[in-house]
């Protein structure tokens, strides 16, 4: 029997968009406050923490959240845009535990070429958290955080057309080789009476790709809902279609995405998902209760 949570709530901290008269602060980024409640039990999770966390912890105190409370941080990919804010975050949590949940290859470097050669890896070092009260915990492979929320850990790459961004990295021989980007993982809760969310970064390991395995671990025939980036910004019209198509395939109830999306996809994808595709923002709210 899968486990599963009685509800939750999902509330965006950090978007490229903040939304029209929001008095809320965009960035180029994600971050989301997930609350789960499981009987007499309630975690707060916070997915990502953005380039900068001064706008999180300005959001969160707006939207009345209190971050210093938050039980684990998960961190969907090791890009700067993920991952930046997440000292200040540790910071302002103070002395109170914190596991931070991502994949062991969370510092190793990330190039991209184009424009010009940078690194758009986590910008801080291991040592850098050393001063906080936080345990990091890797997850290579799936794992249960909550009773019904799973991170997934490596996502199959099962797809033929899904295939990640071009960036590179340093192999064990010191050379710059392609990297494919193995440490992009998600979130997964399964709500009862609900069915399971899916909670990208920038889902680099293919949309498609996360929903199958989110599937298979849940033992569900649908996705419920996908909250997130999508990372089809830069796609071809036939990549997005081809997309599309596979959600439709794999039963998508509700999609709700940002980030790196694009406008063709959010166009596309408003379309065809005619009434159950919302375009996310700072602010952005989810709840099954």
Known sequence: ??????????????????????????????SAFIEVSRGDIKKRILFDTGQYAAPILFNSKKLGLDLSKIDYIVLSHRHYDHTGGLPRV?????????????HPLLFKP????????????????????????????????????VEGVFVTGEVPRVTDFEKPIETYTFNEKGELVFDDLRDDISLVINVKDYGPIVVTGCSHAGIVNIVKYAKKLTKYNSVKAII???????????????TISCLEEENVKTICAGHCTGFKAHHLFSQIFRGIYSIIYTGFTFSTQ
């Open 228 to 242: 997130g980036g999508l990372h089809l910004i830069n796609s071809s019209e036939d990549k997005i279609r081809k």
């Open 90 to 102: 540790l910071k302002h949590v103070g002395r109170r535990r914190v596991y931070v949940v991502a």
């Open 110 to 145: 990330n190039f991209v070429m184009k424009p010009y050669l940078r690194n758009v890896g986590v910008p801080f070092s291991r040592d850098d958290l050393e001063k906080y009260n936080v345990e990091l915990v890797w997850a290579k492979k799936p794992m249960e955080i």
């Open 1 to 30: 029997m899968v486990e599963t949570v009685e509800s939750v709530k999902i509330i965006v901290l950090a978007d490229d968009y903040a939304g029209y008269e929001s008095n809320l602060i965009g960035q180029h980024g994600f």
